[in-house]
């Protein structure tokens, strides 16, 4: 018997009224998934707890989860973390996958995920005119210069790679197949905005090549296994064959209109 595995990316709940939260919540309920998979992008730091909590209460299945760039706006990143981690501690649903082991999910497929973070590696980041309010709105970032700041996104990108470069190895051990969940695509290829890779201007604040190289470097070691990746933070749906045994999804969102993603792996 299949499992039945819902995935949801930047759903921003807090551009929704009380009732579409709970519509949208209701919705997921009434899929009653094996288990949820969450792409971050919740809501923002003042309301991520109330909603995470409120998706807990109505699904009643496992909720594996990574945070995106929105989850941390008006707050830090340490003290978001540190909430979400306490949350987790006392539910017997969530997996904040920041955190975790790999998880078994079938038989011969295991579960990875990081929410990662645009590093600025890829594209042309000195002479990008890109102003995210990543930059103004969280605070490790803000009060930075440009060359500060691209040196605290080299340092998160790196954080990212090496949890996922030993979760991977670890989770290719006894599995054939892993999937991989992501907020910031690892690769320019599944950065697209209206059907074409994202331009050298946006691709800095859009992509994670550290973490697209851990992958890379892995999947080339393991020619006979395969690597799925699931990635949000674009809001355009991509499709990117990056190997033979190496495939990046990315989900598509629009503000105010929350969507299971349609996929297959």
């Not at 490790?140 to 998160?156: I, N, T």
């Amino acid at each position: 018997m299949s499992s039945k595995f819902l995935w949801i990316t930047d759903i921003h709940l807090d551009f929704l009224s009380t009732p579409e939260v709970d519509r949208f919540i209701g919705k997921l309920q009434s899929e009653s998934p094996d288990a949820l998979l969450i792409g971050g992008d919740i809501a923002m730091a003042s309301n991520i707890s109330v909603h995470l909590k409120k998706i807990e209460d109505a699904v009643d299945s496992k909720i594996h989860f990574v945070l995106g760039n929105h989850d941390f706006y008006n707050g830090s990143i340490m003290s978001v973390k540190k909430e979400i981690r306490d949350l987790v501690k006392y539910s017997s649903k969530f997996v904040y996958l920041d955190d975790s082991q790999p998880i078994q999910i079938t038989e011969d497929t295991a579960l990875v995920g990081h929410g990662c973070w645009a590093d600025g590696r890829n594209g042309d980041y000195a002479s990008s005119d890109v102003m995210l309010n990543d930059y103004v709105l969280i605070d490790e970032l803000k009060d930075l210069s440009k060359f500060q700041r691209l040196a605290k996104l080299h340092e998160l990108g790196d954080e990212a790679a090496d949890r996922l470069r030993h979760n991977l190895n670890l989770a290719f051990n006894n599995n054939k197949n892993v999937l991989c969940l992501t907020h910031v695509p690892p690769f320019k290829e599944a950065c697209q905005y209206q059907g074409h890779v994202a331009d050298d201007n946006f691709l800095p604040h859009f992509s994670c090549k550290a973490v697209g190289d851990v992958m890379l470097e892995v999947m080339h070691k393991r020619a006979d296994s395969n690597l799925t990746v699931l990635s949000g933070h674009t809001h355009n749906p991509s499709r990117a064959q990056i190997l033979g045994n190496l495939v990046a999804i990315t989900g598509g969102a629009e503000y105010g209109k929350p969507a299971v993603q349609d996929w297959t792996w």
